[in-house]
């Protein structure tokens, strides 16, 4: 029995590499995020960690972002198969001949707003005229509120600090629901309200986006990473989003655990994700509405934001990905 052992072990090994070999090879994917890694990919991470990428015999790589991630150019020239955006800024630059595809939701609202101080008497957005509020000078829905409300107020640039709005009462800025009130908070400032964009009727999605080419020659491969996505948003706001949590603390030292289950439970209170919209639920995770963008594309064109005829639902997005 003792001359066997090492035939047997031999046996073992070899069996074991030929089981490695005749796994397929995973299909590399480059996601180019909009922002530094925060829950506001939580989806992504989650499905990351857990696997469930790999199991789509997958290989993903996602690359955090900033104020100066250039989504859309990179996912345009091929430096990225897949980028994280809003439906707004991605109609526009579909509309200038990007060859760009909306494929699915990230939130179902996008969560950017106006960060309000507690002790401000301005309450509605009518309450807005004279103002001075900081924002990004081409944000869409600065138009929109001058139109919808008939409002006159000045625009000061942001820099994604929120230094102005602590130091001033008066400071109205633009903010991301989901992360800069905890950091008001946490710098010593009270929690500020928020005056959203949906409740103004300004119905922006958060989406993925991809190459036109990308997806004609790799349409599989988009549903399995779509497939392994969606799962990965369930997962996040309905399980444990520790593994989440613990990627996104390597990839965003910044990241401390009481900002990620702020956002986290934000994202879950406020219906980010699953939708306020009936059927809301885990069902509407990833999914996207051609009426809500035929009202989109409406609403900048009487902008003039975007030229009549320019783009359309059908041509802007696509639901042939999701699961």
Known sequence: MLTLRPSWLALGLLTAAAALAAEPPRTKLTVQLDWIAEPEHGGLYQAQARGFF???????????????????PKVATGQADIGQAD???TLLQQAEG????????????DPSGLLIQASSPVRTFADLQGKTIIARPEWAFLKFLRKQYGLTFAVVPQNFSVAAFLSNQEVIQQGYYIAEPFH????????????STWDAGFRSYAVLVTNRKFAREHPAELKAFLRAYVRGWRDYVTGDPAPAHAALKRANPANT????????QMIIDEKLVTG??????????????PARYDTQIRQLEDLGILARGKITSRRA???DFLP
């Open 98 to 109: 990007l060859p760009l595809l909306q494929i699915a939701a990230v939130f179902q609202d």
């Open 184 to 195: 008001i908070v946490q710098a010593g400032g009270r929690m500020p309200r928020f005056l």
């Open 257 to 264: 655990d009481a900002f990620l289950q702020y956002s986290r």
């Open 276 to 289: 306020r919209d009936a059927p809301a639920g885990l069902a509407q995770v990833g999914r996207l509405d």
């Open 87 to 89: 439906s707004t800024n």
């Open 54 to 72: 790999r199991e789509e015999g997958l290989e993903v790589t996602l690359i955090p972002g900033g104020p100066n991630a250039f989504v859309m």
């Open 317 to 319: 997005m696509s639901l």
